[in-house]
């Protein structure tokens, strides 16, 4: 079971927490819950540490950010003894949790849950930290990156054999769109990991992508439910659980990325190699790509391609260095709107309905990049939401129209 930042937020939500905790293991589960830092405690240590220091220690960031969700498991472990259950709360490291060695953004090696499973077996309920690791090299505590308590609780679940690794969040479960923009939005009750790869990767804040390719990779069953209430939430299942598959499971949307163009880029080989190269060793996360041939043999090439907007800064520089084009372009009020199905992977006509439906909406799309199950477009930022309903509806996904045409089925997980 892991809890997120809201649902241990304050006493009352960590005490709420351990009952729901207290409960599980009462029906005769054995139960390890892990637990994110209280509320935006991680966004306050960030901000505490940019106020020391312009470029804090990466080494010192973890040892800082990893005692939020100590601080949780604490105090839900003091609630849980408080209702009559024995309970310990081990760090990162205490549970076994191993990883390399890249500070702020580890990742797991390997989960050594004997500890767990011994506290288990002593019918203890384990409070385990979620987001952090110990590395095996440095012996230095690490951190997984900004969501990366999901992470945790997936590898936990999977180095435990659990049943099932529940998240409970303060959403009911996974929307087929953002419910803040489209209010029809419905509730997948059976989604796939390869969708939910591909909605968290084009914007959805479901889950840390990273705890999906992971669940993905070791056959763990995520349940993601509300922390507030018993409603039934969403299951991610492997591909060939979910009986049905339909044409187009979600529209997702994302508002963080720029457009870079690069004008001028010599015809010759090797040079996108060398332009991603430095991007790449820049750390720089590239999206889409789109190159055209040029027009002719003395014409030069022209790239776009999308950076995350908090890299857009060091992209720029990263390309004058180069100083081998004649100009570089960017905008960083692009939205993107992407459709996600599995279904799509074998009916032709999804992409051509998209670019209609957004055509008629008078929404100009300047890039487009597809993969088998998801179709994305780059548009102008302002028009996000309006791309997101049109295509909602045009693909009939909202509530009221999904009970007419059935294009899922209900599920009880
Ligand atoms: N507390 C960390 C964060 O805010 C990890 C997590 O919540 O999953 O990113
Ligand atoms: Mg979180």
Known sequence: MKFGGTSVADTDRIKNAARRIVAAHEKGNKVVAVLSAQGKTTDQLVAQANEISERPVAREMDMLLSTGERISCALAAMAIHDMGQ???????SQAGILTDTSHTKAR???VRADRIKEALADNKIVLVAGFQGVSTDSKDVTTLGRGGSDTTAVAVAAAIGADVCEIYTDVDGVYNAD????????????????????????GAGVLQ?????????HGVRIHCRSSFHDGTGTMVVSEEETMEQP??????????????????????????????????????NVDMIIQNEPLGSEHPAEMTFTVPKDDLAVALDTLDEMGEFEAIENDSSMGKVSVIGAGMRSHPGVAAKVFTVLGEEGINIQMISTSPIKISCVIDGDRVPDAVRALHEAFDLGVAEEQATGNFRPVAP
Do not use: C, Q
């Open 86 to 92: 024995e309970a310990i709360s081990l760090t990162g």
């Open 108 to 110: 797991i090696v390997d």
């Open 179 to 202: 419910p803040r923009i489209v209010p029809n939005a419905r509730m997948l009750p059976v989604v796939s990991f390869e969708e939910v790869l591909e909605m968290s990767a084009s």
């Open 209 to 217: 992508l990273r705890s999906i390719e992971y669940a993905r990779n």
């Open 247 to 284: 044409l187009v499971t979600a529209v997702t949307h994302a508002t963080d990325e720029a457009r870079v163009t690069v004008r001028g880029v010599p015809d010759r080989p090797g040079v996108a190699g060398d332009l991603f190269t430095k991007l790449a060793a820049a750390s720089i």
